[in-house]
Each structure stands twice: as C-alpha cells, then as structure tokens.
C-alpha cells in the first residue's frame, strides 16, 4: 500500500513539474520570440505550403501547438487569418510539435540536464535586467523543469518494478490487438484533454515503455490518443466566443479525431513493425542505476510520432479547402455576431503575445473609426440612406462591446509579473481603446442629432452644411494621420508639428461655432433649434480631435 502511495505522489509530482517546466518554456520562448512570432505567422497566406511551414516553425520556436491553436482561434476570431490559412497552420503545427518528442526521447540523463537548466536558466532570470537574457533564462528554468520532473516521473514508476502485484495490472493491459489498441488510444486521449499537454502525456508513456511496464505497441497508441485529446485546449479558447474561433477549435478536433482513427490500423500493423526494422535493437535491455531498462524504445516511438504526424498532414493538405467548407457548414457564421477576444479564458499565452492579440482587437476598432467617419460625411451630405445610419449606430454598439473585453482582457494580463514594457504597452493599449470608443460616440451622437434634427422639421442651411464638411473633413484627416501609427510598433511620431495641426483644427472648430452662434436672427425663423443641433455636432467633431490627439500623445510616450 506504501509502495502505491509512493508512486501516485512521486509520478503526480513529477508530472505537475513537467507540466510547469513546458509552461514557463512556452512562455519564456514566446517573450524571446516577442513581436515576432505574430509577424512570422502572418506568413500564413493562402498559399497551403507557406502556412504549413508557419505552422512547423512556430511550434517549434515555441515548444507548443496548444498556443499556436489558441493564437490562431483568436487571429480568426479577429479577422485576421481565414480559417482556411489557419488550418493549414494547424497541420503544420501538428508536426512541429514532435520536436519536443524528439527532445524527451534523446535526453541523456534527465535529473543532470535539468539541474542544468535550472542552474543557467537562474543566473540569467535572477541576475539579468535585460529583457532578452531574462526571458531566455525563464525558458531554460522551464526547459530544466521539463527534464527535471521527467526524472521524478521515471523514478516514481521505479517501484511498480518490484510489486509484483501492480506488474499484474501492468501485464493484464494490452495493446496486440486493434480493440485493445484503440481502448489505450481513448484513455489516453481522455487523460490528455484533463492535463492539456500531449508532451506529458507522451513522455510518461515513453517512460513506462522504457520502464518496461507497458508495450511498445501501447506506448504508441498514447501517440495517436494525445493527439486527439491535445485539441482540448483550443475549444478552451472558443467556448463562449465567435462561430469563428468555434470553427477553428472544430478543425484542430475533426482533423486530429479523423487522422487518428483512420491510421489506427496502420499505426498497429504498419507503423509498430517499421519503428521496430528502423531500429533492430529498441528492445535491447540496457543496465542502469535504475535497473534494466529499455533505453533503445524511445528513438522508434519519437520516429513514429513524426511519421504518423506528417501521414496525417499530407492526408488533409490536398483535402484542406472541403474540409474547410464542412466545418464552416457545421458551424454557421450568425449574421449579427460581434467581435471577440476568443483566448480571454486561456493562460497559455504569454503576456507579450496576449499584447499583440489585444492590438489586432484595437486595430478593428481603429479601422471602424475610420468607416464610420466616411460614412458620417455620406450622412451630412444627404448621400446616405437609413442602413448607413443604422451602421454607423450598430458599430460604435459592437465597439462598446469590444472596448469592454479588451480591457477585461488586459487587465487579466496586467495581474501577471510583467517586464516593464510589457506593462507600458498594456497601459497604452487601454488608453487607446478608450479614445477610439469615445470617438465612436461622437459618431453616433452625430447621427443623433440629424435624427432629431429630421424629427423637428430642421433642415441646414447650403452655408452650414458647407461649413460642417470642411470641418468634418479637416477632422478626418486627422483621424487618418494619426491611425496608421496605431498598427506601428515604433512609430516615428513629430508631435510638435501635430499639435500644431491639432490647435489649428481646434481654433477652426472655434470659428465654427462663433460662425454658427452668428447665424440666429430675425430673418432666420426657426433657427434656434436649428443652430443648436448644428452646434452639437461641431461639438463632436471637436471631441473627435482631441480624442486623436491623445491617442498620437499616448503612442509617442507622452500620456
């Protein structure tokens, strides 16, 4: 009874390590990686081998396909990638996520290499201030985590060895046959869904396989369950999101489940015999400290994985546009359906990359801004029809919505330890977000007002009117100066000549109103109320420029 508890606390242990080490790995590789990796991924066009060779690369740089799906749920959530460039990222990933197999399977001494890391990985996270180093340290702590609780993991099964009883259990699993086969797969696709990491899950099978509890034949059926039971994960990410972010999280699952299922049998009887002819002595025991173990399995089971990955990529890579076309059948795209930061809920990215997938959020309120200020001149210029107003009303509904969960967003992020840049560019993206909604209101109140406007019988006057575009237009080229450097990481901002700019608009919406005040008299009848709307909406324009204006003070360092 001793010997069982021992083993549940030291593989349980070693096993919460592991899971710990590949997180701060993941994390630490995605800070060095920084603005990077979301501008390496933006490589994923439509071209299938482009998006393909993103996906390999990405998971290696990162050590994780679960941050790229979640990545990837939020970049078509957002807009940007189709679900088409993201599945063939997907496929991609799947078989960039093998290196970390390969990286368990020919690690030598697991407890001196994670000593190792541990040891580097503090000097550079402890006594490093630059951000680089220090991230790079954060990564080998993780790296020497992985490594450190693989040892804990391999000597926790030790005793199972010398219970004769629990080498009973052992011996009564099987995985000859295909039921018994797919039955391993299932547990281990289930066990893998409750630890989201199918490296874990992979590594303890290796172990066990080393440790000769279990075969080689069930030590490759983890292989085929971890990678089902690893798109956990993404639907983590949907759940409550968009159709879109669904759809992704479908298309990691459906295409990982098909995979699966329609290699079994060839993963049995085809791919179990070519790992053993690759590698003759895999089953050759070898004396350690630890006892007899099978040192060679590991080398044909990380073959195997990559085979097995790759077979299952060149499958969909030809099939990938129907298969696109089912899951968007699968899953409708509502109509009225409003944007949405799809990884609110996951912890797997790292605040760096969380700051870029909040911008692409802010980049889509930048760019509605922009449409709702050309719709706005239609408006004032009579072109526009009731569904322009009705737009421009919808969108700044669907910006309040987006403000709300960017900052939610943001500030989840902002609980973290977050290296002092990562914090400022929060700080700023909050302060942007703020500005775009606020001008988003004036949008609407502008449409306000010529409703109410059109209600009262009020018309403006041919000079009004003519006064209100050249201010309009005036505002809305200084909307279009300062948005483009929104998207800018370094953005070259001569603040001086724009407040220059922005104090003569200020004094032109001055006269504006003076001009306007000047136009209530005797021979205008009715002119008050009139004046009065017209007013407003000089008002609002008025907003709308320091509203900018704060926004380029903000991206300059400024505010």
Not at 358 to 384: H, P, W, Y
Not at 405 to 426: D, F, H, I, Q
Not at 461 to 483: C, P, Q, R, W, Y
């Amino acid at each position: 009874m001793n010997d069982i508890i021992m083993v549940i606390v030291t593989v349980l242990g070693g096993l919460g390590i592991f899971l710990l080490g590949m997180k701060n790995l993941s994390e630490g590789l995605q800070a060095v990686a920084g603005h990077g990796l979301r501008s390496f991924m933006s490589f994923a066009t439509t071209r299938r081998a482009a998006g393909v060779g993103t996906g390999i690369v990405s998971t290696i740089l990162v050590q994780s396909s679960s941050v790229i799906t979640v990545m990837l749920v939020s970049f078509v959530s957002s807009g940007f990638m189709t679900l088409q460039q993201a599945f063939n990222v997907i496929i991609g990933a799947n078989i960039g996520t093998t290196a970390t197999v390969w990286i368990v399977a020919f690690a030598p001494d697991p407890q001196i290499l994670g000593l190792i890391g541990l040891g580097f990985g503090g000097l550079l996270y402890f006594f490093t201030r630059k951000e680089r180093p220090h991230n790079l340290g954060f990564a080998m702590l993780g790296l020497g985590l992985v490594f450190l609780g693989m040892y804990f993991m391999s000597k926790g099964v030790m005793p199972i060895r010398q219970n004769p009883s629990m080498q009973q259990a052992f011996a009564r699993m099987s995985a000859s046959s295909f039921g018994g086969f797919a039955l391993v797969a299932l547990v281990a696709a289930i066990f893998t869904a409750a630890i989201q990491s199918s490296a874990a899950s992979i590594a303890i099978g290796m172990t066990l396989a080393s440790q000769q509890l279990i075969t080689y034949e069930m030590a490759i059926a983890v292989l085929f369950g971890a990678n089902v039971g690893t798109t956990m994960t993404a639907w983590l990410a949907a759940i409550g999101s968009t159709a879109a972010a669904k759809r992704t999280a479908l298309s990691h699952t459906l295409s990982n489940l098909i995979g699966s299922v329609l290699f079994l049998p060839i993963g049995l009887y085809v791919l179990v015999p070519l790992g053993q002819v690759l590698f003759p002595g895999w089953n050759a025991v070898t004396e350690t400290a630890k006892g007899p173990m099978l040192l060679g399995v590991m080398a044909p089971i990380a073959v195997t994985d990559t085979i097995f990955s790759v077979l299952r990529g060149l499958l969909f890579i030809p099939l990938a546009k129907p298969f696109v076309a089912l899951v968007e059948k699968l899953i409708p795209q509502p109509e009225d359906e409003k944007p949405h930061l799809s990884v609110l809920k996951s912890g797997t990215i790292s605040p760096i990359v969380a700051c870029d997938l909040a911008l692409i959020e802010v980049q889509f309120m930048r760019d509605s801004n922009i449409d709702l200020f050309a719709c706005l001149r239609k408006v004032l210029t009579g072109e526009a029809d009731e569904d322009t107003e009705r737009h421009i009303i919808h969108r700044e509904d669907v910006l309040d919505n987006v403000q709300r969960e960017v900052t939610e967003y943001l500030g989840s992020v902002m609980k973290k330890r977050l290296p002092e840049s990562v914090a400022n560019r929060s700080r700023r993206l909050l302060r942007i977000t703020d500005e775009l909604e606020s001008a988003s209101d004036e949008a609407a109140q502008v449409i306000k007002v010529v409703r109410r406007l059109r209600r009262e019988g009020q018309t403006m006057s041919e000079a009004s009117k003519t006064l209100i575009l050249k201010l309009h237009d005036g505002i809305e080229a200084f909307v279009n100066k300062v948005s483009p450097w929104i998207r800018s990481p370094r953005p070259v901002i001569d603040i001086s000549a724009l407040r220059v700019e922005s104090h003569e608009l200020h004094d032109f919406s001055r006269e504006c109103r003076r001009t306007q005040l000047g136009r209530i008299g005797p021979d205008d009848s009715g002119s008050p109320l009139r004046v009065l709307g017209e007013l407003d909406i000089i008002n609002a324009y008025a907003r709308v420029r320091a509203y900018y204006l704060n926004i380029a003070e903000t991206l300059a360092g400024i505010k």
